[in-house]
């Protein structure tokens, strides 16, 4: 039985873990969270993803916890609204349409919950050093044992450190767009039912969409910028930006910037994407943002993570060979990857058209791997 160690218990990690303990692998995970984290933005399934996970059996669940959004509206800064429609939503778009909008953390616990009992999953911990074999990679963590794997995913998103320590520094690979956005659970105090609301100023976003049967809501700040020297592992540091940024910026911000310090799922991060030329090297792999972080402006980045742990296990699965397997896991995914990623750059500062996701979420054949269903 060969062992696979996957970085990262988000969205690629638990699906990759999930068809690899299928096919016969010994499949640890090792997260720096607590446990599957928490929070986050909606996000959407669609195309070949949705075929991802009906093969894994939760495509009814995925579609019970669905966002549902019935429409979004825009208001001034005295909360007078500008526009309304229900046709679509910022953070989903066709309103009806046949892709899928689910809460991250609400897809990730999904994702987690049929690999318990398959997979070994190491939370509160993280990966410091790799060191790449004939026979294995030694891997160093900041708190258990050292070991030896035959097979090292990063499955750990934007600021992946499996990528740091086998392919470079980030700042080799990640190309910013201008835009940083922080989410954040909140109280539906604005009584939201299905709804998104946006204020918009000329360089600044604030919007609230309710969340959970609106139980809750996710807040949303975002803003245009060039480079800004933040640390990303200091969310005080981030939360004093936004308070900056945002100061006085009307609507209901100034309640969202006190609500924000308290939020226990605050997150914050730039618009980027990951360009490599290659995801793999030696018995290290990169799957999902680690690899080909589409941003959330693609509106693609879950389905690519879906799809491309379903092909890497795929190409794992058919061969003893990992060179094999990576060679073909990169010469089919790629050009998926490069459809999904223009989605964010071919039209700066407007959002991909419903008929140009629908082309690039379906632009690659899973047929291949029917017999992994």
């Given at each position: 039985?060969?062992?696979?160690?996957?970085?990262?218990?988000?969205?690629?990690?638990?699906?990759?873990?999930?068809?690899?303990?299928?096919?016969?692998?010994?499949?640890?995970?090792?997260?720096?969270?607590?446990?599957?984290?928490?929070?986050?933005?909606?996000?959407?399934?669609?195309?070949?993803?949705?075929?991802?996970?009906?093969?894994?059996?939760?495509?009814?669940?995925?579609?019970?916890?669905a966002t549902r959004m019935r429409g979004m509206s825009f208001v001034d800064a005295a909360g007078a609204e500008l526009m309304s429609t229900t046709e679509e939503t910022?953070?989903?778009?066709?309103?009806?349409?046949?892709?899928?909008?689910?809460?991250?953390?609400?897809?990730?616990?999904?994702?987690?919950?049929?690999?318990?009992?398959?997979?070994?999953?190491?939370?509160?911990?993280?990966?410091?050093?790799?060191?790449?074999?004939?026979?294995?990679?030694?891997?160093?963590?900041?708190?258990?044992?050292?070991?030896?794997?035959?097979?090292?995913?990063?499955?750990?998103?934007?600021?992946?450190?499996?990528?740091?320590?086998?392919?470079?520094?980030?700042?080799?690979?990640?190309?910013?767009?201008?835009?940083?956005?922080?989410?954040?659970?909140?109280?539906?105090?604005?009584?939201?039912?299905?709804?998104?609301?946006?204020?918009?100023?000329?360089?600044?976003?604030?919007?609230?969409?309710?969340?959970?049967?609106?139980?809750?809501?996710?807040?949303?700040?975002?803003?245009?910028?060039?480079?800004?020297?933040?640390?990303?592992?200091?969310?005080?540091?981030?939360?004093?930006?936004?308070?900056?940024?945002?100061?006085?910026?009307?609507?209901?911000?100034?309640?969202?910037?006190?609500?924000?310090?308290?939020?226990?799922?605050?997150?914050?991060?730039?618009?980027?994407?990951?360009?490599?030329?290659?995801?793999?090297r030696g018995r290290v792999a990169l799957v999902g943002d680690a690899g080909y972080c589409g941003s959330p402006m693609s509106g693609q980045g879950t389905s690519m993570?879906?799809?491309?742990?379903?092909?890497?296990?795929?190409?794992?699965?058919?061969?003893?060979?990992?060179?094999?397997?990576?060679?073909?896991?990169?010469?089919?995914?790629?050009?998926?990857?490069?459809?999904?990623?223009?989605?964010?750059?071919?039209?700066?500062?407007?959002?991909?058209?419903?008929?140009?996701?629908?082309?690039?979420?379906?632009?690659?054949?899973?047929?291949?791997?029917?017999?992994?269903?």
């Amino acid at each position: 039985m060969r062992s696979v160690l996957i970085s990262g218990a988000s969205v690629a990690g638990p699906t990759l873990a999930y068809w690899l303990a299928r096919h016969g692998f010994a499949v640890t995970v090792v997260e720096r969270a607590p446990g599957p984290r928490p929070g986050g933005q909606a996000i959407d399934i669609r195309g070949a993803a949705l075929a991802v996970v009906e093969r894994m059996g939760v495509l009814d669940q995925v579609s019970a916890a669905a966002t549902r959004m019935r429409g979004m509206s825009f208001v001034d800064a005295a909360g007078a609204e500008l526009m309304s429609t229900t046709e679509e939503t910022m953070t989903g778009g066709l309103v009806g349409g046949p892709d899928i909008e689910i809460l991250r953390d609400d897809l990730t616990e999904i994702l987690y919950r049929p690999t318990v009992d398959d997979v070994d999953y190491h939370f509160d911990d993280s990966i410091t050093a790799l060191t790449d074999g004939p026979d294995g990679v030694r891997v160093e963590f900041e708190r258990g044992a050292p070991e030896t794997f035959d097979i090292v995913v990063g499955a750990d998103g934007l600021h992946s450190r499996v990528r740091s320590l086998v392919f470079g520094e980030e700042a080799g690979f990640r190309r910013d767009l201008g835009v940083y956005v922080a989410v954040f659970t909140t109280d539906n105090h604005l009584g939201l039912d299905h709804w998104q609301t946006f204020h918009q100023t000329e360089n600044n976003m604030v919007g609230v969409y309710s969340a959970r049967d609106n139980t809750e809501a996710r807040a949303m700040l975002g803003f245009e910028s060039g480079p800004i020297d933040i640390d990303y592992r200091d969310p005080d540091a981030q939360r004093r930006l936004l308070a900056d940024r945002f100061a006085g910026v009307g609507w209901e911000t100034p309640a969202l910037l006190k609500a924000m310090w308290s939020a226990p799922d605050f997150y914050f991060d730039s618009m980027s994407q990951i360009i490599m030329d290659g995801w793999t090297r030696g018995r290290v792999a990169l799957v999902g943002d680690a690899g080909y972080c589409g941003s959330p402006m693609s509106g693609q980045g879950t389905s690519m993570a879906l799809v491309g742990a379903y092909v890497l296990a795929g190409e794992l699965s058919r061969t003893g060979d990992h060179a094999t397997a990576f060679a073909e896991y990169e010469r089919k995914l790629r050009p998926f990857v490069l459809k999904n990623q223009r989605l964010a750059t071919d039209t700066p500062g407007e959002r991909p058209s419903f008929e140009a996701l629908q082309a690039a979420a379906t632009g690659i054949s899973l047929e291949d791997y029917a017999a992994g269903r």
